[in-house]
């Protein structure tokens, strides 16, 4: 998340849609407290009156209900009220339906032709909030019509409330995770150790102010009462605070001293602090044996390929080159990783992934990938994006590609995305599917290479255009609305829906390119992926690390965790497109070279 970062005839109406006549007397009116003192005193009794006949009510000066038309009489009473108009089409249903005029979605319906949206639009009606109440007939004919919709499951639980015993339908699996990208996380801390958990809340306030000496005292008073992991769980953050601080003996010191024992994923976070400490003191030696214990230790694999890459530049450095090629070797097999990209490079291997192959042959089309086809061609996208989703809950395993092939077709990269890494078990999917390409393209054009405008949006978003950020950010590259009002001011123009794919690519570009030509930043492309995330300011701070010139030690030893890791993942997917583009990757060639990469701009462009 970005730091900085919108004239029909009348048709017979079902008796759900029918107004009550409301009741004569209120139920709910206050009763009259106030009464006359006297009559709280006791009165003689009285004769009861023979009641009084109710008077005959005068006709009725109320003319029939008649449709009127502008030839009424000049002066009428009844002003001239046009006839309702049922919707022509089906976007006109559904946008009645988004704004509550029950009875034009409702005619809409009756009129319109049978075909793939009336069921669509009758589950949308029946189950739109504040819409008039439907009849359990009326649910139960839907469901026998249409049992595949994602409405499913509220219409049968409305037709249970409405006294059925049981409601048709078809029922849907749950999907399973169907893989990632690696892409680097935070370790989960120590589960089921209330030691750990207390002297953690202990240490995060200390962590965050680099109180390295309070940290340390600490972790000497309870961490001998610790299991192993968590021990190298506390002793990782306190050598993380020494290492950010520049004091790296420090850092291996205590890293190697609480670390010890631990055989889990703490064991191997802590194992690479001291590698990157040792890495700075020149002790190539004891970073390589630091690295590899990373690599042996971690499940992230992300983590387990800068493992590998980094304990081959560490023999290097020792000068084993029989230990190189294999650790290299080792940290390519993760190809679409950060540093499985930069070792490939390094060894003269492919870059690219392969473009996703698309199936088009014939065969059972399901019907709800008919209904998003023609949800996506009257503007219901988010619709055809549910339709396709919950398509994923019913078809089988071998059938996932047509919903792959859909989202490509209709330009749903959200969708395209989600089904990637979501479908029934077995379910095929290739590397570039996670990759989805986006078609849409700032107000202006692209000014910057459109491959780091796509890297970002799938770290920003995955590609969600409507997204709003707890923060506030919205959108596709999380622009924040104040930052997009100066750039509007600045500009002499509205500011317009940051929802807009192209008016949030076109401000995200924009902010890319101030934070280009902030000081900070230096123009280098790390630096400005920082600033997109972080800011310019702590960017500032962060040109005096420790990086002995060396751009990938600089992006390992960035203090923000969320930086840390967002910054090689970005330039991982900026690689991956280039790639899928057929184009070169020069800022990949110079990573691999330890040195800094130049800002990527459009092709063609200057």
């Known amino acids: 998340m970005s730091v900085w970062l919108a004239g029909a005839a009348l048709c017979a109406m079902p ?33 009861v009156p023979a009641p009084t006949p109710a008077p005959t009510p005068a006709p009725s000066i109320v ?49 319109l032709p049978d075909g793939p949206l009336k069921p669509v639009a009758k589950a949308e009606l029946y189950t739109a909030k504040n819409s008039p109440k439907v009849d359990l007939a ?79 005292a600490l972790l000497i008073a309870q961490g001998p009462f610790l299991t192993p992991d968590a021990r190298a769980e506390a002793g990782q953050r306190v050598a993380w605070i020494y290492y950010v601080l520049g004091q790296d003996g420090e850092a291996r010191r205590v890293a190697d001293q609480w670390r010890v024992g631990a055989g889990g994923e703490w064991g191997g976070q802590a194992a690479w602090i001291s590698g990157l400490a040792a890495w700075r003191q020149n002790d190539c030696t004891a970073s390589a044996a630091a ?14 390929a800068a493992a590998f890459y980094w304990a081959a530049r560490s023999e290097q450095a020792c000068r084993r080159p029989r230990e190189v090629q294999g650790l290299l070797k080792a940290a390519a097999r993760s190809a679409d990783s950060f540093y499985g990209l930069v070792a490939r490079e390094t060894l003269g291997m492919p870059t690219t992934i392969a473009p996703a192959s698309r199936s088009r042959a014939g065969g059972f089309v399901p019907m709800n990938l008919l209904r998003a086809r023609e949800l996506s061609a009257i503007g219901e996208r988010g619709l055809a994006d549910e339709f396709i989703r919950y398509q994923a809950r019913l078809s089988p395993p071998g059938d996932h590609h047509k919903l792959l092939a859909l989202a490509e077709e209709l330009n749903l990269p959200a969708t395209e995305y989600w089904l990637a890494h979501n479908g029934q078990p077995g379910a095929p999917v290739q590397a570039a599917d996670r990759f989805p390409t986006l078609r849409w393209r700032p107000t202006t054009g692209w000014r910057i290479d459109p491959a780091l405008g796509m890297a970002h949006t799938r770290q920003e978003s995955d590609f969600r255009a409507g997204v709003v950020s707890p923060a506030g950010a919205v ?53 400005i992926i920082a600033a ?35 910054v090689p993942a970005v330039l991982r997917n900026m690689f991956v497109y280039q790639g899928l583009d057929g184009r070169d990757q020069p800022a990949l060639k110079t990573l691999a070279e330890h040195k800094w990469p130049a800002f990527p701009t459009a092709p063609g462009s200057r």
């Not at 049968?156 to 409330?161: F, L, S, V, Y």
């Not at 500032?540 to 990938?552: E, S, V």
């Open 15 to 47: 008796a759900w849609a029918q107004q009550q006549t409301p009741s004569a007397e209120d139920p709910l009116a206050p009763i009259d407290t106030q009464m006359p003192q006297d009559t709280l005193a006791p009165q003689p009794a009285k004769p």
């Open 63 to 111: 003319p029939p209900v008649v449709a009127p038309t502008p030839e009424q009489e000049a002066g009428s009473i009844h002003p001239y009220v046009p006839p309702r108009v049922a919707p022509k089409d089906w976007k006109g249903v559904f946008a009645a339906i988004r704004t509550g005029d029950w009875l034009g979605a409702q005619l809409g319906i009756a009129a």
């Open 138 to 216: 009326s649910i139960n004919a839907l469901l026998v019509e249409s049992p595949d919709l994602p409405h499913t499951e509220q219409l049968q639980r409305m037709a249970i409330a409405r006294g059925a015993s049981s409601a048709p339908g078809i029922a849907p699996r749950p999907t399973v995770f169907l893989g990632s990208a690696p892409r680097r996380q935070r370790a989960r801390p120590v589960a089921n150790e209330p030691l750990a958990d207390a002297l953690r809340a202990q240490l995060d306030p200390l962590v965050r102010a680099d109180d390295f000496a309070a940290a340390e």
């Open 291 to 304: 690295f590899r214990e990373t690599a042996r230790l971690t499940a992230d694999r992300e983590l387990a």
């Open 475 to 527: 959108g596709l590259m999380q622009v924040r609305p104040g930052t997009a009002g100066d750039f509007a001011r600045a500009r002499g123009t509205a500011v317009g829906d940051l929802k807009d794919p192209s008016v949030n690519l076109e401000y995200g570009q924009s902010f890319i390119e101030l934070m280009r030509g902030k000081a900070a930043t230096r123009g280098q492309i790390l630096k």
């Open 532 to 566: 997109y995330n972080a800011g310019p300011v702590p960017v500032d701070r962060w040109n005096f690390i420790n990086d002995r010139g060396d751009p990938l030690l600089w992006i390992e030893s960035l203090p923000y965790w969320e930086t840390r890791y967002y």
